[in-house]
């Protein structure tokens, strides 16, 4: 377990302590040091936990997720694709739990530090818990805009290769899969900070100076969770367009070989009476048999050709 204090004040008391990777044990001991709850401590140990909200008689708990920068563009799966943040906040101090470290946090904890001393002696300590909390959500939040940006970025992409004839063909499984693991994961995203929005209104407190700070926090949650709709509407019209051509390829083949089926029929027809080779068939005898049924057979096939010529059969 690595433990550090982010921030500390003694008039009045005040702290920060951010504590990484810490084992059962560790945890019970911070449990009786902070007079936490055992069933936050266990959703805490809970690595695939959805953002949360309870209240307590003596402190509050919250669990936030953040975009993991580590994870690959096939990540599918919650636990994939984000890292839980378990927060424990009550009088006097704030509490920041999570399994590995975390390039924004690590970011704000630098700013706090650097820029946030000055101002904290100057604020009061639920002013100063209610800034740092806020500061933590909208970092958390802003975790998912570069991530997102790739993802529309990619969609985009796929949007204006989709009807362009230039490019080589690709494979269409491996299209259809990207796509559908981007929907995933924007799917996943929206359920995530649809979940934080009821996270964050549960934290707002219903009075006092610090509300307007949750009250931006809100805002920005609301406008990323537009966002998303957005791109996830795009994507499901991606993978209907890719549906649709498929349809269409699927169709354009079967023209083809209906086409083909039309000429070779009539002709499979002719042969196959000629090829019954009854003894009473008297073109079998004749001299100009043979090219008399090969001629006839050439005029039904330029009479099929002209008959699908003049109705546009042949044309793309």
Known sequence: MTTQTVLQRSDPAFVWE???EPTEEELGQLAQRYGLEPTSVNDCLDPEHLPKFEQFERYAFAII???DDRSTPSCSTVQELTRKIAIFYGQGFLLTVHRREQAW?????????NE???????????ALQASLLTQILNAALDSYLHPLEVVEARIDAFEESVFSRDRAKPSFKADL????????????IKRLLWRTVDVVQRMTPLSGQSVSLFRDVQENLESFHFYVD????????????????????????MRVLTVFSVFFLPLTFIVGVYGMN???????????GYPAVL?????LTLAIYLWFRRNGWLRE
Do not use: C
């Open 105 to 113: 946090l690590t970011a704000l904890q630098d700013k706090i530090r």
């Open 278 to 288: 009854f003894d009473f068939m008297p073109e079998l005898h004749s001299r100009w």
């Open 295 to 299: 001629g006839a057979m050439g005029l």
């Open 18 to 20: 951010d504590v990484v």
């Open 177 to 188: 899969r990207e796509i559908h693991v981007l929907k995933r994961q924007v799917t996943l």
């Open 116 to 126: 946030t001393k000055s101002k904290a002696a100057k604020q009061g300590r639920d």
């Open 65 to 67: 997720r953040a975009f």
């Open 230 to 253: 957005e791109m996830l509407d795009d994507a499901n019209t991606l993978l209907t367009i890719q549906l649709s051509l498929a349809s269409h390829r699927t169709g354009e083949v």
